[in-house]
Structure formats: structure tokens, C-alpha cells
């Protein structure tokens, strides 16, 4: 059985070091870019971490909600990347963040804080 993870970003740099370190760890990435379509994922596809840019913050806390919602992700690993200059509105519904750190030490404005599973 192969691991699987959705991730959507539009960031074609976070992207790259995204696929490298899960490639690395014999995940398969499932890419969008779009909202509605990783929500579709979502409820049709299982997936064991669901990765989001929260570059636009109502369009990841609302594909973190339907990750949380859909029955065969309810236990996926929610990962939010962030810039650490702003605050995430998104991750304030969704639970205590359990760590962080810089996605690339080379910018240190990237965080990405994993959301324990309830």
C-alpha cells in the first residue's frame, strides 16, 4: 500500500521541495491548484496528509474543514503552509499546532505547522 498525499498550492517553488521530500519518503503527491477540485479529492479520494498553501486563507481553512469532514480523511494529517509574516486566520478553527519549522531554511518566511488528528 503506497501513501498518498494532497497538496494544494500554486507556488511552483514549494511545490518542487514538497515533491522532492515526499518523493524521498515514498509518498505519492496528488497536485491541485484550484479549490473545488481538491475538494472533490477529498470526498472521493483517501488520502494520509492534505497539505495546503495558505497563501489565500478562506480557501485553506475551507479545504481543511472538508478534509476534516470527509469520512475516508477524517484521520489524515493536516499540513498548512504559512507565511510566517502574517497570521493564519485558517488554522484557528482546526486545532493546536503541534510544531513548526521553516520549509526552506534559505527564505525562513515559509512555516509548516502540522495539525494533530482528533
Known sequence: MS???LVLCSDEKILRVLRRV???????????TERDAAIRKLTRDRFEAVIVDCADQDTAALVLKSARSAPCNRRAVAVAII??????VALSSLGRIS?????????G???VFVLPVR
Open 83 to 88: 507565511d510566517g509574516a502574517r497570521p493564519c
Open 3 to 5: 501513501l498518498q498525499a
Open 99 to 107: 510544531f513548526s519549522t521553516n520549509l526552506c531554511p534559505a527564505s
Open 109 to 111: 518566511r515559509r512555516l
Open 22 to 32: 515526499l518523493s524521498d519518503l515514498e509518498v505519492k503527491v496528488e497536485h491541485c
